[in-house]
Each structure stands twice: as C-alpha cells, then as structure tokens.
C-alpha cells in the first residue's frame, strides 16, 4: 500500500520532500530542495545576477517608452493606437520586470532557503499578484499588436 509520507514539517512546503512508501523501496516524486535546478551554489548566484540585471534593462526600457509617450501627451501632440498600447504594455512590463524579476528573490519568504531570500508570505502574495496581473496585461497587449 502507498502512502505520500513527508520527511520534513508540514511549515516547510516549498521545500518539502516527499516520497511514495511502499514495503521494498522509496520513490521520489517530487523535491524542491536548495539549487535542486542549477547545481550549486555557484550556479544559483549567477542566475541570480544575470535575472536581475536584465530585469533592471527592461524596467528602465519600458521606463523610457512609457516617459517618451507622457511627454507627447503632456505637450498636447496626439498619440495614435499603436502608441497607446505599446505605453499599456510598458506598463505592463515594468510591473513583470520589476516585482517578478528583479525583486524576485527577495520577495520570497526567508524560510524557503532560497538565495537571498528575506520576505514573508505576504510579500510572496504581493509578488504573485503583479506576477498575474502584469503578466496578463503583457498577452493581452501584444495580441493587440
């Protein structure tokens, strides 16, 4: 008979292993164990920068697009459709880009172990939030394109 039996505490689920039991052997279905997907350390600290650094590029990318375009508007120019919603869409990404990406990490609840990790569950939420709805206004802004 099998049972789904944890070998860490219920309070540790993103990091939580879990096996099928049955009497001859042990199968693992699912782990979320520290750098389980780069290797190391190392490997973690690198994905780490190079997220955050492009993120920071796309942020200020979609600043500027989203600055180029209040300035035609603040000056009284018209803005056709195309512009109105590439200014939706950059506005979508620096959401994405900013609370998804670059905070990423940080935004994560310290209790995961992950690297550099020093939110709460509430910060985890925040960041969920921006991550759908940023992300959602990102699809539907380029199938207007």
Avoid at 50 to 74: E, N
């Amino acid at each position: 008979m099998k049972s789904l039996i944890p070998e860490r505490s219920c309070s540790d689920m993103a990091f939580g292993t879990y096996k099928y039991m049955t009497r001859t052997h042990e199968r693992r279905i699912m782990s979320f164990e520290p750098f389980a997907c780069f290797g190391s350390a190392r490997n973690e600290l690198i994905v780490e920068i190079i997220s955050k650094t492009t993120a920071f590029l796309s942020t200020l990318g979609s600043y500027l697009i989203v600055s180029d375009i209040a300035k035609k508007v603040r000056n009284g120019k018209e803005t056709d459709p195309y512009q109105r919603i590439m200014l939706g869409l950059s506005l979508c990404d620096i959401l994405l880009s900013f609370f998804y990406v670059f905070l990423g990490t940080w935004m994560t609840p310290k209790e995961t172990g992950w690297l550099w990790a020093v939110g709460n569950t509430a910060s985890c939420s925040a960041q969920g939030f921006f991550f759908v709805f940023g992300g959602f206004g990102e699809l539907l802004y380029q199938m207007a394109l």
